[in-house]
């Protein structure tokens, strides 16, 4: 059964289940006009992500667009196969990111931190999902003709071409794997490729003053989300 919260009247938060990921999330926009898709999970989440759109009184072919924060198999793993659903489904992701996420080049490597080699083991190769067309790229302050307007806000540091997506009908930013919720704390996201340029990209997010943000990882900000992306805190930085 698809874990689904609805987070504001348009805007549901999937939970992504399993061990692989800590507390993976991918994001519907149901609007008269159609549903969007912020980020698709791993590459065998489709079938999931119909599940909660049947939940919905929706289904596959109400499907109109589908944006990738980045290129991550976590995140886009199951986008070319939603892309090829029937109805037609634009495939939106961040201009530098792009060429990533078709499978054209290899993506950069994280370089992570002490206390991040604890958790996880250093990669000889990025994580990319199944390759997947990417039908418009999109740069910082580009809009997308949903939930009242959505405003692109670039977010680089995680990969080149992070985005996060405020969206003014819900008053709620998506921040992808830029931000994070860690046992009750809002941290800076983990395993970046240049962890410097992501923590400066916390201030873009909170500059949209969103009272709402829905994550890549863990559980969503409620109430004053802005001010805590402002304050996020860096558990797995190296220490001084």
Do not use: K
């Not at 549903?35 to 009184?57: C, F, K, N």
């Amino acid at each position: 059964m698809a874990d689904l919260q609805q987070l504001a009247p348009s805007l549901h938060q999937l939970r992504i289940p399993g061990e692989r990921a800590h507390l993976l999330n991918c994001y519907l926009w149901v609007g008269d006009d159609g549903v969007t898709l912020v980020d698709t999970g791993w590459p065998d989440s489709a079938g999931l992500i119909e599940e909660a759109l049947r939940a919905l009184g929706r289904r596959p072919a109400d499907v109109v667009r589908v944006v990738l924060t980045h290129f991550h198999e976590d995140h886009c793993g199951a986008a070319a196969e939603i892309a090829a659903w029937p109805g037609g489904v634009e495939v939106v992701a961040g201009s530098a990111d792009a060429a990533f996420i078709r499978g054209d080049l290899p993506g950069p490597i994280p370089v992570l931190t002490q206390r991040e080699r604890t958790v996880r083991a250093p990669l000889e190769e990025s994580r990319h999902g199944p390759a997947c067309r990417v039908d418009r790229g999109v740069r910082d302050g580009d809009v997308l003709d949903f939930a009242g307007g959505a405003r692109v806000i670039e977010v680089p540091g995680h990969t080149p071409g992070s985005i996060a997506v405020y969206l003014p009908a819900a008053d709620a930013v998506l921040t992808g794997h830029a931000v994070a919720e860690f046992h009750g704390q809002v941290i800076l996201g983990v395993f970046n490729v240049d962890r410097e340029v992501a923590a400066r990209s916390l201030n873009r997010m909170a500059a949209t003053g969103a009272g709402l943000a829905g994550f890549g990882h863990g559980e969503a900000a409620l109430i004053e989300a802005a001010d805590r992306i402002a304050t996020a805190v860096d558990p797995f930085a190296d220490p001084h």
